[in-house]
Structures are given as C-alpha cells and as structure tokens.
C-alpha cells in the first residue's frame, strides 16, 4: 500500500481567517483572504469588477470612487477589514437589475461626456454622490467635485449632471 507524504514539520499552514462579509451591488460577498487587502483590488481581482479603477499612489485622483453605504469612498485607501456588514454601490451597481440605466449614465451618454472613459466610472460615483446632497447642484458645486480627468471632460461632465439632475426632478430638458 503506497505511503501518504510526510507533512514538512518546517511548514506552518496560515490560520483560518474568519470572513468580512459585505453587499456590493445588492448582492452579498465574504472575502476571506488578506483583511488589509484594499477594496480596490477586492472588487477588481477577486470580483473581476473592473469598473473601478486604479489611477494614483496618494488617493487624489478619484478613479477608483464607490459609495459605501451611500457616502462617497476611496476603494484604494479602504482596507477590507473595515468594511464588515457594509453595503459599496460601483458603477456596476448604478444601473437598475432589469438593465435600465440611472440617469446619470443616461446623461453622460446624451452628452457624449465619456473621452478616453479612464476616469468616468469614478467621475459617475462622484455624481450621484453630488445630487444625493444637492439635487439641485450650481456649476460652482459641481466643480468642486474631487476628481481628475486627464483628458479635461469638465465641461461635458457638468452639462451631463446638469441634465440629470434636471430629469430627476421631472423636467424635460
Ligand atoms: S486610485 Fe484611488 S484616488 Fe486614485
Ligand atoms: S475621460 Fe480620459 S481621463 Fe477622463
């Protein structure tokens, strides 16, 4: 009968990590493995949802921009183990279940915002943060949304908050 390998003594397997479970997109996860993995790399390695991106070293750029549990986040300063219990909206989860777009999306489409599309997913989480506090935002307020897009679609990303914000409130435009 042949011999089962002897365990290498030298070997210490890892402890079992309990898990952190979170709701991203209305649907529940729980990640077990590196707690102090950023949910940046959560949501783009082990979810493969790549919307979220990666675009700095220092948390400026916004490219990575989710909600947590509404509220406007950095996923690449955002270590998993203080995330337990939370609900994280990307851009992935902005679109109703049955496919239809918010409107926000709707907008940067009529308003062709989207240039190379780099920061957009971020620049799109940053807007429905915006109308969530001020559903009816001035040009001022929407400047001084945080994100940096290299290929300087400001104006176009303003026209497109100002015409959503526009629709969710009933009026054409
Ligand atoms: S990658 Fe997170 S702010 Fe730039
Ligand atoms: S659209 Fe290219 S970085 Fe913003």
């Not at 950095?74 to 909206?89: F, V």
Request: aromatic share 4%; glycine share 8%.
């Amino acid at each position: 009968m042949p011999r089962l390998p002897q365990t290498d003594p030298g070997i210490t397997p890892e402890p079992i990590r309990p898990g952190i479970d979170v709701v991203i997109n209305r649907e529940n996860f729980r990640h077990t493995g590196d707690p102090s993995m950023p949910l940046l790399w959560y949501l783009r390695d082990v979810l493969r949802l790549t919307g979220c991106k990666y675009g700095c070293d220092d948390a400026t750029c916004g490219a990575c921009s989710v909600l947590v549990d509404g509220k406007l986040a950095r996923a690449c300063e955002l270590p998993m183990q203080k995330l337990q219990g939370h609900r994280i909206t990307t851009v992935e989860g902005l679109a109703q279940a049955d496919g239809s777009l918010h409107p926000l999306q709707q907008a940067w489409i009529d308003e062709d915002a989207i240039l190379c599309g780099y920061c957009q997913p971020g620049m799109l989480i940053a807007a429905v943060d915006l109308l969530a506090r001020k559903p009816d935002p001035s040009d001022d307020d929407i400047d001084g949304i945080k994100n940096l897009c290299r290929c300087g679609s400001y104006p176009r990303v303003r026209a497109a908050i100002q015409r959503a914000a526009a629709k969710m409130k009933g009026a054409p435009k």
